[in-house]
């Protein structure tokens, strides 16, 4: 594994040109397999899952149980403006093997013991995806274990349900870097109820920090300013039917410090006006699919405010809030390995063509074969 294929390769190809991936060479004569075909049908036991839809390559390593085994991660941080597609990709092509040996040193096994690979085939950054998906192939091969390519809002989602038994049917907030949804299941899909109109809230919450000169990633710098935070400023309440839109509030957000307003009043009114949308939106979602129970997926359900308020609605309405610890709301290879692994037992296997990325991969395309 000391070799890998480039970032951006999708071709098998090149990892086959490369000695340590090598499948074992069919005697001649034998009947041509697609290794990815010819699997077992013993449940997985144990699934490693590689995330790299975005910035962060995450590697992790969980078992039939949903115990989490490993999860290592590394996140591209910019010296200076957004996150480039091509150069995350060479940092997830860098890390990749590094990553996945880290994992396997953590969990205490040998690659020898896994008995399938996943990894997030979507949506995300083209780059990002075919380096991840490069990676899982040649790892794939040269273990001779089935591949499960992973839609990775729905793995935000059953992480959630496989960490916490209780939480048996949520409605999923999704709030990350590129994504804003409330997904919930409906009639054999993951379904999206409500989403963003424009831009993902992580990305307008690192997007404004980055104007006012607040180191990457913004979130967290913008969530203890607005711990001292004393005005409710005003900004456009973007709620469009279930949906939501949050562009216009950092153009606002971003004439209120032009405008020499103090930067912890703006991140405060940011979260209380960004959170009071989505909790709207939330709410209603619960209340159209009569769903109990709420949790919180992606990098921005870290914030106390956002499970403050969201957690207050919940109770307001008789519903259970679940919130999986933070480095499994981030992106991680954990959520990955874990629906890779569902989806494995229900008898999902993907032939080498299945295993295209999608960088529009949509929640409600995947039929939800485990539950
Ligand atoms: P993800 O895309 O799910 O890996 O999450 C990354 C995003 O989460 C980035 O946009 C971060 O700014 C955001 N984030 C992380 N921690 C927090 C926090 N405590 N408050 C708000 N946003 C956060
Ligand atoms: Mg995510």
């Not at 949906?243 to 209380?272: C, N």
């Not at 919180?296 to 307001?316: F, H, I, K, P, T």
Request: charged share 20%; aromatic share 6%.
């Amino acid at each position: 594994m000391d070799s890998w294929p480039h970032q951006g390769c999708e071709s098998v190809r090149d990892g086959r040109n490369r000695g340590a991936v090598l499948p074992t060479p069919r005697p001649s004569g034998a009947p041509a397999r697609n290794p990815f075909s010819v699997v077992s049908l013993s449940p997985a036991v144990l699934a490693l899952g590689i995330e790299g839809t975005a910035h962060t390559i995450g590697v992790g390593i969980v078992d039939e149980q949903c115990r989490v085994r490993a999860n290592v991660y590394d996140m591209v941080r910019p010296e200076k403006g957004g996150i480039h597609p091509r150069e995350a990709a060479n940092h997830h092509a860098e890390l990749a093997a590094p990553m996945i040996r880290k994992a396997l040193d953590t969990a205490g096994i040998s690659a020898d013991d896994l008995d399938v690979v996943t990894f997030s085939q979507g949506p995300g950054l083209g780059p990002c995806l075919r380096t991840v998906a490069t990676a899982a192939r040649a790892l794939a091969l040269s273990l001779d274990v089935p591949l499960v390519g992973v839609n990775h809002c729905v793995s935000h989602l059953e992480i959630g349900r496989g960490l916490f038994p209780e939480c048996r049917d949520p409605v999923l907030l999704y709030v990350s870097g590129g994504n804003t949804q409330v997904i919930a299941y409906a009639r054999g899909r993951y379904r999206v109820f409500g989403e963003t109109l424009d831009i993902g809230l992580g990305n307008m919450l690192d997007k404004f920090g980055r104007e006012v000169g607040l180191p990457f990633p913004g979130g967290p710098r913008l969530e203890k300013l607005a711990l001292e935070g004393k005005e409710l400023l005003p900004l456009p309440y973007s709620v469009k039917g279930m949906d939501v839109a949050f562009s216009g509030m950092l153009t606002a957000a971003l004439a209120l410090h032009r405008r020499g307003e103090r930067l912890e009043d703006i991140a405060f009114s940011i979260q209380e006006v960004a959170f009071a949308m989505l909790t709207e939106v939330t709410e209603r979602a619960m209340a159209h699919v009569g769903k109990d129970e709420v949790l919180l997926g992606g990098g921005v359900a870290r914030n106390q405010r956002l499970q403050a308020m969201v957690g207050r609605m919940a109770e307001d309405r008789g519903a259970r809030m679940f919130v999986p610890p933070g480095e499994l709301c981030i992106d991680n290879g954990a959520m990955i390995a874990w629906t890779g692994l569902l989806m494995h037992r229900s008898g999902v296997r993907m032939a080498l063509e299945d295993t295209l990325v999608d960088q529009r991969f949509r929640t409600d395309q995947v039929e939800v074969t485990w539950r």
